[in-house]
């Protein structure tokens, strides 16, 4: 499943965020979508699931537009993992993973739905949480949950607003691990992610949005330090850990 933006552009009330987007991705790729505050990111990841409506421009999954498609087609294509939680369900993990299931169903569950949340509560090991209630969880296993519950719509592409936000480095690995492992699994990932040394560890590619525009796109390759400097307004100091750069900010006043 590959999926196309062309000259995305989007603007909230005639403000324009999103200005000429064009990249294609691969099937299979982990895609770390990385700029400043403000850049676009969440808006842009909004449009490919479908939330909002480009201004301009055309969104491509496997050839066909994504405007195209009717909300339930578009939910076995595009799982979502939203950042902002204001409201947590009341129900238990397995039910919360079960509404993952909810395009699939016409009004009964059948034993086939059931038998895919075990699957993904046992896959990402799960099984010891999944009676409690969401709200009893602590940040990162929420977080699997609400992984958990977009991997049950079993969806091609996966996207994620800053998966890893208010995670200890702990739980940071472990999502970026899971994930990293699900795109193995033949699906498609872009996830925003602030923290360009997790995301580098991880990704297999990476698009740099800066003031709503593409300022860059590939492979570790584009993760130099003129290019973080330039992304960033900051400055950094680079250094190699495990054979990946590593970007450590630096202060204009030391
Ligand atoms: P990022 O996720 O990269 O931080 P966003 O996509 O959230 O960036 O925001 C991009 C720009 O759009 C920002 O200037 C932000 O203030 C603006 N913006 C985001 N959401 C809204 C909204 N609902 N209404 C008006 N402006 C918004
Ligand atoms: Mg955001």
């Not at 294509?77 to 129900?91: D, F, H, M, W």
């Given at each position: 499943?590959?999926l196309?933006?062309?000259n ?13 987007i064009?990249q294609?991705?691969k099937?299979?790729e982990?895609?770390g ?6 850049s676009g990111?969440?808006?842009l990841?909004?449009?490919?699931n479908?939330i909002l409506?480009p201004?301009?421009g055309k ?7 994504l405007?195209a498609l009717?909300r ?7 799982g979502?993992?939203?950042?902002e939680?204001?409201t947590l369900?009341q129900?238990t993990?397995?039910?919360?993973i079960l509404?993952?299931?909810k395009?699939y169903?016409k009004?009964?569950?059948n ?6 949340v075990?699957?993904?509560i046992?896959?990402?090991?799960l099984?010891?949480?999944?009676m409690?209630?969401?709200?009893a969880l602590s940040g ?7 992984i958990a ?5 079993e969806p091609d592409i996966l996207l994620?607003?800053?998966p ?7 739980h940071?690995i ?12 033949n ?8 923290d360009?040394?997790l995301?580098?560890?991880f990704c297999?590619g990476f698009?740099?949005?800066k003031?709503?525009?593409?300022f ?5 390759e584009i993760l130099?330090?003129?290019n973080i400097?330039?992304?960033?307004n900051?400055k ?6 495990n054979?990946n750069?590593?970007f ?5 006043d030391l």
């Amino acid at each position: 499943m590959s999926l196309a933006l062309e000259n995305i552009t989007f603007s909230y009330n005639s403000v324009p965020v999103l200005n000429t987007i064009t990249q294609e991705i691969k099937k299979g790729e982990f895609i770390g979508l990385v700029g400043p505050n403000g850049s676009g990111k969440s808006t842009l990841i909004k449009c490919i699931n479908g939330i909002l409506k480009p201004g301009e421009g055309k969104i491509k999954i496997d050839q066909a537009e994504l405007s195209a498609l009717n909300r339930i087609t578009l939910a076995k294509k595009i799982g979502y993992v939203p950042q902002e939680r204001a409201t947590l369900p009341q129900s238990t993990v397995f039910d919360t993973i079960l509404l993952g299931r909810k395009p699939y169903i016409k009004w009964k569950l059948n034993k086939a739905d059931k038998q895919i949340v075990i699957k993904i509560i046992k896959q990402l090991n799960l099984e010891s949480i999944a009676m409690k209630s969401v709200r009893a969880l602590s940040g990162g296993e929420r977080q699997k949950v609400f992984i958990a519950r977009a991997l049950a719509q079993e969806p091609d592409i996966l996207l994620l607003d800053e998966p890893t936000a208010n995670l200890d480095i702990n739980h940071q690995i472990e999502v970026m691990q899971l994930l990293h492992k699900i795109t193995k699994q033949n699906y498609t990932i872009i996830a925003a992610i602030h923290d360009i040394n997790l995301a580098i560890q991880f990704c297999s590619g990476f698009i740099m949005l800066k003031s709503g525009k593409l300022f860059a796109s590939g492979g570790k390759e584009i993760l130099k330090k003129k290019n973080i400097e330039s992304l960033y307004n900051a400055k950094v100091n680079m250094t190699e850990v495990n054979g990946n750069a590593f970007f450590i900010p630096v202060s204009n006043d030391l």
